[in-house]
């Protein structure tokens, strides 16, 4: 009798273990800032790996006490990217239910390239209450400055906000003063460029190349033009121009950057009609062009085109240039 009552007793003593370990490892941590903890939960991010970094930061005490906590409440996927602030003295679950309540800040990916009005529409598919009207309007002399980047922007963030942050970034990652002069060199030829300048071929070349050794040769390319006086031809600045006078506030549905069919477009942005670099940026580049624009490489070629096969091509002199027109853009 004595031993089935052990048999019986043993395992119900090892589940009240089992269930007093696991309710101590889901109590408050120990020890923790008085101002709680900045929390970010990257886009992607794996509940695991959630974890794990609240117990490494001891927000929580036990990743794997919170990984049953998850797995018995079936919140595994719920936990949302994002910002968090986490007050002090929170339980595993009441810190995972934080997590699950949705964020204070939100990730927006601003990629390179895109002009203030893309830009626009991506703010107001992702913060609450954010007014794009007012955004276009603080911006209107902001393009190209709207730096490129991954952004915990605040979900309630006025546009005002918004702009400070972006051009805050601008400022720090690029280090280029829009009205400061800057010496270049290509090819042995010298220009002098206003860092604005810098920033409206920087423009340009975020819209025509794919890759960096791309941007190394069109930046070149283009920077050779301009020492010799000669229309830029960027397909790009056509775009701009015709988008610019189509745009009627659609944000969400008008579609930008359709390739040009009509390069005699009427707008001082045409870069085949005007010489020299157009009034200002046409989007907002990100720092590998801006770089190759400012440290330009030595390049032997003064043409260049996307041919058919989605391969540029590159050519020292027009006839070679006529050529590959003939050979790749032709049907």
Known sequence: MKKILLSLLIPLFIVALALFFFGS?????TAYPRSGWQFNIAKNQTASSIL???QSRGIIRSAFAAKVYLKISGQETK??????????????PRTIALLTAGPRDIWVTIPEGWRREQITARLQANLANFSPDLFLQLTATLEGRLFPDTYLIPASAAPAEVVAILTRNFSQKTGLD?????????????????GSEILILASLVEREAKNQSERENIAAILLKRLSLDWPLQVDASVQYARDTDNFKFQISNFKFWDPVTDTHYSSPYNTYLHPGLPPGPIANPGLAVISAVRNPQDTPYLFYLT???GVTHYAQNLSQHQLNIDKYLKP
Do not use: E
């Open 25 to 29: 490892q889901i109590l408050p941590p």
């Open 52 to 54: 794990n970094d609240l």
């Open 79 to 92: 936990m949302l990217p994002g910002g968090y602030k986490i007050p002090p003295r929170l339980s595993t």
């Open 178 to 194: 829009p009205a400061a002069n800057y010496d270049l060199t290509v090819d042995s030829r010298k220009l002098k460029l206003k």
């Open 307 to 309: 041919g058919t096969d």
